[in-house]
């Protein structure tokens, strides 16, 4: 029978096959290298595994630059991994170990206290970068990290300043940012002048009310603290944070 109903002879298929497979040019195998170190890649791609956590964590700190530069250039190098500068400036080994815990709880208020020199605007400074570490090293998801890259750190003098030199009516960018800001560490709470422009209340009371993290360094002490700020705020600084009481 012919036409579209023969059958090939099986032996002829056969031979025609390993023919076709003998003259197709050979394949060679494709390489991949990672860009950085140039070492081969089990698969296409273009980092291997450590040069892309290498990468992913230096795109994170870069993304995390302005909450980093926030902090006083004095301060940047306060980690609880550098101990040796937190040694140097805190005597107070205890509210070390507690300003540790408060990081590593990642405690939503924390309050220091202590008199000028202490220490506390130290701990306060390697609490805010332990956060910025964990957020550069986590797998948490980008929400965390968006989070985080909005952290700040703002000076409470500077807060009445702004809202004094604001136009009537307006308030000020930095005092809305120390209200919305995911993380916020307001350095010398009463240190600035108390007049009407003093904003330091209603930043607090919109940060707790809203449950956002803040850290609070002050050099007075809780009964001074509720007679200049009122009993309600001084409840809002203490009750319910991790409270640190730094010595000299």
């Known amino acids: 029978m012919t036409g579209i109903f023969h059958k090939p002879d099986p032996s002829t298929f056969a031979a025609e096959l390993v023919r076709r497979v003998e003259a197709a040019p050979a394949q060679t195998r494709r390489l991949f290298f990672c860009v950085i170190c140039k070492n081969e890649l089990p698969r296409a791609g273009t980092y291997c ?71 506390k605007t130290t701990l306060a400074a390697a609490i805010f970068h332990f956060e910025l570490e964990h957020a550069t090293h986590s797998g948490e998801g980008p929400g965390h990290f968006d989070a985080v890259s909005r952290a700040r750190w703002i000076a409470a003098k500077t807060l009445a300043t702004a809202r004094r030199n604001a136009s009537l009516g307006a308030e000020p960018e930095l005092v ?40 609070v360094t002050t050099g007075l002490d809780r009964p001074t603290i509720a007679q200049r700020y009122g009993g309600g705020f001084e409840r809002r600084l203490f009750e319910g944070a991790a409270v640190i009481e730094v010595r000299a």
């Not at 809305?176 to 209340?201: H, M, N, Q, W, Y």
């Open 176 to 215: 809305r940012t120390a209200i919305s800001c995911p993380l916020l560490v307001l350095d010398d709470l009463g240190t600035g002048k108390e007049d009407f422009a003093d904003p330091t209340v209603d930043v607090l009371f919109a940060r707790f009310d809203a449950g956002r993290r803040t850290i």
């Open 49 to 119: 595994e450590p040069c892309g956590d290498e990468q992913a964590a230096t795109w994170k700190r870069a993304r995390l630059q302005l909450a980093f530069d926030s902090v006083p250039e004095r301060y940047r190098e306060a980690t609880f991994s550098q101990h040796a500068f937190v040694a140097r400036c805190v005597r107070d080994t205890n509210a070390i170990g507690k300003a540790i815990k408060a990081a590593s709880d990642r405690a939503e208020r924390v309050t220091l206290l202590g008199q000028a020199g202490a220490g």
